[in-house]
């Protein structure tokens, strides 16, 4: 059978004392003394303890309690003490306990302590959750209040601040203390104070004053520009009893609204293009620069595609610029051609930069573009300018190390055309003929030489006529409708294909002595093509010109003495050489005739002497054949060492002073080449070896072969040669300036420098001053 038992009759034994134990609300009693009869685990967790009973609730020292502003209530006011006295329960009294200074609603009830009749006082604590959140919420609204970065300021109706916070203290720089119970217009600057008057209506009345952008004083005067927000206070019925005030400072933020319309004012009126475009490509801003520089308006141009600016060739430019731009790059002046709103391509500079949102993602780019047509005229001029300055310098160059008349005449004249842009120029010179007579010259630049056939001389027309009689330069921007030069102008009613000029110019060449030596002329087919600055540069070329024409003639003048000076010691070497071999002739015949010792003495220095004036009219002759270009070589093959020993042993006899020490080498040394005149050089060395080394015994004769070369030395321990001489030595008629002492006429380094150059060898010296030189020739090996 099934029970039929009821629930109540199964459940476990009840004790009343274990549920008050058990129960979450803290309670406890005590008798009237305050000790402890019966307590329950909630109070225990209350106090933090477990309190026993027959101790005195006064005892337990964490049993606190704490007055509304949360001070704590010292034993003798203890609520605790005023129950136990009283005579009536309490019920929902709102009390502040434990150590944590929880809210609690006291309620107590009395009872008798069954055995022995005691009264008994039981007190029940309900944790007062409402009235805890509500402080919670204060606080933290004030903790908000006081902590926040705005200021924060309360005033009641008639304007007297009745609050002011952390942030209040720090923007107005007046504590707390200071401003409390004062009126707000205490920060009104004189011109705002009628504010106050629209502020408090708009109070009065419930409305919000939001972001109310104004200025405010700070104690020290200073003035602080603001947005207020205004709200009205209520008190609980309502009724509106103040006002709070927000106040942010903006300074900051007028600062940079101040920047970004200084910027935008800036972009606004640039020169230059400023335009921003999307990562499409899409134009999102256009200032007033790129309207002037392309002519579309802003609004013609916004959200079309930049592509309108660019043209067709160069379309693949802006894929290649939207890449750099997607991956952070940037691009500086990149020179490239856009096109116009009238089709117009102009050249222009662009930069190019990312433009990154906030997060710093990459959302379009900005473009500065530049228009660089005056900056590439600029650049072509500078090039023109150099290129006229390059052939200005290679001009001073040629004119002044040129002593040829015609060609210094011919370059100026390329020079002049080109840098005045002339189409022809012509140079009329005039200069004197081998007789005397004077005759003109002309060199031509930019035309044919038939073209000026027919003119005749320029010298008898008009218009070159006041150049060459030293009225000055003539400058002409259309010759045709000029009267002064009427009909004599030469170029005028020309034959067709003959020259046209309509620009004329004309400057006088002068030399140093004012003489109008001649005219440069230059021609255009079109009109005022020469300006005055072609005229002040063609001038200081005439004026250089003019310089080597002099030079030039003087160079011709002493050509042409020179050439008569080598005539003349030609003719007179050969004169004197005939009546010389005569008398050496009648001496050697003498020589054989007579016995006595002292007239054979005299007899043979007579005979020396006659050698050495034929070796000096040899000498003299042989330049001349030289000047003459009639020098003559033999060529035969034969051992130069043999004949290097030969000469050496010859020459040790006449050369009684020194020895001639010999480095020949063991083998022949064959060589193809003039023997005589290859001893006459070689002679020529070992006499100035021992000529110029008067205090040295010895001169070393060296002979060495290489692969290529044949060398031949001739070393002396003599007074030597500074650099300067060194490099002059092998110049006719030079002399040393140290060596002036000693006889010679300088020419034998000249005629033996003839002589190897004509064996196509090189003649060369060593020297070092007081310690003697080395001069040297090398021959090819194959001669
Ligand atoms: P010359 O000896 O007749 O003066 P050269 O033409 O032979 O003429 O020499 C030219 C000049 O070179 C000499 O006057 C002398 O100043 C210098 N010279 C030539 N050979 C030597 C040398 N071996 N040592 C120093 N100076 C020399």
Known sequence: MKSTESPLSSAPSFSVEQLLKELPVPLFTCNRQGILHLSNTAFDELCELKALPGTSVFEIKTLKFFDGNGRRISSENSPLLEILHSRNPVINKQVKAGPKNQSFLLSTSFSLKADQGEQLVNFCLIPNYSTESEEIKNARLSAIVEYSNDAIISKDLNGHIT??????????????????????????????????????????????????????????????????????????????????????????RLESEKKQAHLSAIVEHSDDAIISKDLNGTITSWNHGASK????????????????????????????????????????????????????????????????????????????????????????????????????????????????????????????TKLSGAKFGAFFYNTENGNGESMMLYTLSGAPKE???????????????????????????????????????????????????????????????????????????????????????????????????????LFERVKSLSEKKDEFIALASHELKTPLTTVKGYLQILEKKIEEPSSRLFLSKALEQADRLHTLIEDLLNMSR????????????????????????????????????????????????????????????????????PTAQKV??????????????????????????????????????????????????????????????????????GAGSEFYFMLPRIC
């Open 163 to 252: 609050s002011w916070n952390k942030a209040a203290e720090k923007l107005f720089k007046y504590t707390e203390e200071e401003v409390i119970g004062k009126h707000i217009s205490l920060l009104f600057p004189e011109d705002r104070l009628k504010d106050e008057r629209m502020i408090l209506d708009t109070i009065k009345r419930g409305e919000q004053i939001k972001h109310f952008e104004t200025i405010r004083l700070d104690k020290t005067g200073k003035e602080i520009p603001l947005s207020l927000t205004i709200s009205p206070i209520k008190d609980s019925a309502g009724r509106i009893i103040g006002a709070s005030k927000v106040a942010r400072e903006i300074s900051e």
């Open 700 to 769: 070393h004769l060296n002979l060495s072969v290489n692969d290529e070369n044949i060398r031949v030395g001739v070393r002396d321990e003599g007074i030597g040669l500074t650099e300067e001489e060194q490099k002059q030595v092998f110049s006719r008629f030079y002399r040393a300036e140290s060596t002036k002492g000693i006889n010679g006429l300088g020419l034998g380094l000249y005629l033996t420098k003839q002589i190897i150059d004509a064996h196509h060898g090189q003649l060369a010296v060593e020297s070092k001053v």
């Open 451 to 553: 073209a000026f056939e027919n003119l005749g001389m320029p010298r008898h027309t008009a218009v070159f006529q006041s150049t060459f009689t030293g009225q000055g330069a003539v400058r002409i921007d259309d010759i045709t409708s000029d009267a002064r030069y009427g009909q004599n102008y030469p170029f005028n009613g020309m034959p067709p294909g003959h020259l046209k000029v309509v620009s004329y110019m004309a400057i006088p060449v002068i030399s140093s002595s004012g003489k109008v030596t001649g005219g440069l002329l230059f021609g255009h087919p079109e009109k005022g093509v020469f300006q005055e600055e072609h005229e002040m540069m063609i001038k200081s070329i005439a004026a250089q010109a003019a310089i080597a024409l002099d030079n030039s003639r």
């Open 293 to 416: 520089i392309f002519g579309y308006s802003e609004e013609e141009v916004l959200g079309k595609p930049i592509t309108l600016l660019i043209p067709a060739e160069r379309l693949q430019e802006e894929d290649l610029i939207l890449k750099k731009i997607k991956s952070g790059e940037k691009i500086q002046h990149f020179e490239t051609v856009r096109v116009t709103k009238v089709g117009k391509e102009i050249p222009v500079s662009l930069s190019v930069s990312p433009i990154k949102n906030l997060q710093g993602a990459i959302i379009g780019a900005s473009k500065i573009a530049r228009n660089i047509e005056e900056q590439i005229r600029f650049r072509k001029k500078i090039k023109a300018y150099n290129v006229k300055l390059n052939i200005l310098n290679s001009v001073g160059r040629d004119i002044s190390s040129n002593l040829d008349v015609q060609t210094v005449i011919q370059k100026v004249t390329d020079a002049c």
């Open 626 to 693: 030289i000047e003459a270009g009639k020098l003559e070589f033999h060529y035969e093959e034969f051992d130069l060492r043999e004949m290097l020993l030969d000469l050496a042993e010859t020459f040790s006899h006449s050369a009684s002073t020194h020895q001639i020490i010999t480095n020949l080498g063991e083998n022949p040394v064959i060589v193809k080449a003039d023997k005589q005149r290859l001893e006459q050089a070689l002679i020529n060395l070992l006499s100035n070896a021992v000529k110029y080394s």
